[in-house]
C-alpha cells in the first residue's frame, strides 16, 4: 500500500519498510493533517499514533530512528485520512477519557466532554454533602450513551446502585463493553427505553443526565465533525432544543425520593428557560450553576 501523500512504497513481505523512520511517518502525517486544515495538527497527530500503535507518546520519541514494522503504514494512512476528513479524533482513536476513566466511544455515542465532567463533580458534592459517610442509594443516568457519567458515579461516588438508561441499542452496546472494561465497585445496569419510562422499581435517589438540548435549526452553526458524525438522536430536541429538558423534569417529580436530586446539563443560551421549565414543573427551588469556562451549564434541584 502507498498513501496518496506518503512519498515512500511499502514492502508487503519484508520484517519492516525501507527507508523512513517512524519519525519521518508521523512527520508527512502531521503535514497531511495540516493540508487539511485541522487545528493542533501535530498534537492530535500524537495522539492519534499513540491510539494506532498501542504505546505512550514518549515511546515515540525514543523511537523516532527506528524503520516501522509491516502494516503500520497502512493503518496510519487510514486513520489520518479519517481524521483529515473531519472525523473527531476520539472515533478514530476509539477511545476517549473522561474524569477517571478511558472509555470506547465511536459514531453510536456522544464523546464525553469537559463540561459533563462538571455535572458529575456537582451529583457527587451533593451526595457527600446529603449523606455523609453513609450510601447513597440509587442515581438514573439518562441519555447514558457511552456510560461515562453512569460509571463515573459508579467509580467516584457511593451509590449502591447506578442505572443506565438509553433508548439506542447501539448506545447501550458500547455503555455495556465499558461497564465490562471498568468493572466498576458497585452495580451498573443498563435499560432501554424513553427517558425514566423504563424504571419498574420505586423512587430513587439522584436523576442525572445530559439531554439532547441543541435545536434543530441550529445543526449547520455545528462544528463538521460534532453535525457529521456524532448521533443526531443525542445532539437535538424539539421546541427549540427544550422538549426533553421539559419532560424529564415533569417526569423526576414523580420519580424522586423526597430530598433527592435532579441534575441536568443545559443549554448555557437557554439557562433562563430552563428555570422557567423547571418552575412550571413544580420545581420551587431550582438554581443554575456554572461550568469551569463560567457559563450557565447546570440545573440542579432537589424534590421537597
Not at 99 to 121: A, C, W
Not at 131 to 146: K, L
Amino acid at each position: 500500500m502507498r498513501c496518496a501523500w506518503h512519498d515512500r512504497p511499502s514492502v508487503p513481505q519484508a520484517d519492516v519498510l525501507p527507508g523512513g523512520t517512524l519519525g519521518s511517518l508521523l512527520d508527512a502525517g502531521v503535514a497531511r493533517l495540516r493540508a487539511a486544515g485541522v487545528r493542533d495538527a501535530r498534537r492530535q497527530a500524537v495522539a492519534l499514533w499513540a491510539a494506532v500503535t498501542g504505546t505512550s507518546p514518549g515511546a515515540l520519541w525514543l523511537a523516532r530512528d527506528r524503520q516501522p514494522a509491516v502494516g503500520l503504514e497502512r493503518l496510519w494512512c487510514a486513520a489520518v485520512d479519517r481524521l483529515a476528513s473531519g472525523e473527531p479524533l476520539a472515533y478514530v482513536a476509539g477511545s476517549a477519557g473522561f474524569r477517571t476513566l478511558e472509555l470506547t466511544v465511536d459514531s453510536r455515542v456522544l464523546i464525553p466532554r469537559p463540561e459533563t465532567e462538571g455535572l458529575v463533580d456537582l451529583v457527587l458534592a451533593w451526595g457527600r454533602a446529603s449523606f455523609g459517610a453513609g450510601r447513597w442509594g440509587t442515581a438514573v443516568d439518562v441519555g447514558t450513551g457511552s456510560g461515562c457519567v453512569a460509571l463515573s458515579l459508579a467509580v467516584e461516588g457511593a451509590f449502591g446502585r447506578v442505572l443506565g438508561v438509553d433508548t439506542s441499542p447501539g448506545a447501550l452496546a458500547v455503555a455495556a463493553g465499558n461497564i465490562e472494561r471498568v468493572r466498576p465497585p458497585v452495580p451498573v445496569d443498563l435499560l432501554c427505553g424513553d427517558l425514566l419510562e423504563p424504571l419498574v422499581e420505586g423512587r430513587v435517589t439522584a436523576i442525572v443526565a445530559n439531554p439532547p438540548y441543541v435545536a434543530e435549526e441550529e445543526a449547520a452553526a455545528l462544528p463538521v465533525g460534532v453535525r457529521e458524525y456524532e448521533p443526531y438522536e443525542a445532539l437535538f430536541s424539539p421546541e427549540a432544543g427544550s422538549r426533553h429538558t421539559w419532560r424529564l423534569l415533569a417526569a423526576a417529580r414523580t420519580r424522586l425520593m423526597a430530598g433527592g436530586l435532579v441534575a441536568l446539563e443545559i443549554d448555557s443560551r437557554r439557562a433562563g428557560r430552563a428555570v422557567e421549565i423547571a418552575a412550571a414543573c413544580g420545581w420551587r427551588n431550582a438554581e443554575v450553576r456554572r461550568d469551569l469556562f463560567g457559563r450557565d451549564r447546570y440545573l440542579l434541584a432537589t424534590k421537597e
